[in-house]
Nanobody, 128 residues
Framework: QVQLVESGGGLVHPGGSLRLSCAASRFSLGAYAMGWFRQAPGKEREWVSC????????YYVDSLEGRFTISRDNAKNTVYLQMNSLKLEDTAVYYCAAAREKYGNYWCPAMSTQFNYWGQGAQVTVSS
């Protein structure tokens, strides 16, 4: 069974950092563009970032103001989200997702409907 498993979430103070990992099993991430989404309590799921299969294209939601970095290691079949200078409003469940490449290795999807597989989510809580 195809799986994406997130790890690295937790409780952190404002200004702190966390790195989320998303490991794939039973399929190769190399053929998939990857994305991170988040859902805060009482809010709709929000796209956060994407990275193309080549890693050459990366996009982020504007509100992050450069605090997060997405990366991938296809040899380890893993995608990462480095989160720095965390704020209270970053509190959410974070989901990784995989989108089968459709438009070339610089394609970077941002719509949830474009993704084929989803992880179970990792809780990130920013609290003082």
């Amino acid at each position: 069974q195809v799986q994406l498993v997130e790890s690295g979430g937790g409780l952190v103070h404002p200004g702190g950092s966390l790195r989320l990992s998303c490991a794939a099993s039973r399929f190769s991430l190399g053929a998939y563009a990857m994305g991170w989404f988040r859902q805060a309590p009482g809010k709709e799921r929000e796209w956060v970032s994407c990275i193309s299969t080549s890693g050459g294209t990366r996009y982020y939601v504007d509100s992050l103001e450069g605090r997060f970095t997405i990366s991938r290691d296809n040899a380890k079949n893993t995608v990462y989200l480095q989160m720095n200078s965390l704020k209270l409003e970053d509190t959410a469940v974070y989901y990784c997702a995989a989108a089968r490449e459709k438009y070339g290795n610089y394609w970077c999807p941002a719509m949830s409907t474009q993704f084929n597989y989803w992880g179970q989510g990792a809780q990130v809580t920013v609290s003082s």
